[in-house]
């Protein structure tokens, strides 16, 4: 399957959850700067659970060839 076959069969509540997470990071982007580096932290998670969902992405696409 082409990841375009995945996107096809990508769950909503997938594409919610991605949108949803970057919707959070573009908030805390515009939060201020005052959070004892906890904002930046946090920032970061959100980066590494986005950079997740695309693995699991690309993980589905190679095993459903």
Do not use: M, Y
């Not at 509540?13 to 919707?23: F, I, N, P, V, Y």
């Not at 930046?40 to 998670?45: G, N, P, R, S, V």
């Amino acid at each position: 399957f082409s990841a375009a076959a995945f996107e096809r069969d990508r769950p909503a509540e997938l594409d919610r959850a991605e949108e949803s997470l970057k919707t959070a990071r573009n908030e805390l982007q515009h939060a201020g700067d005052e959070w004892g580096g906890h904002k930046a932290k946090a920032i970061e998670h959100i980066n590494a659970a986005l950079q997740e969902l695309e693995r699991a992405e690309h993980s589905v696409g190679e095993h459903r060839h």
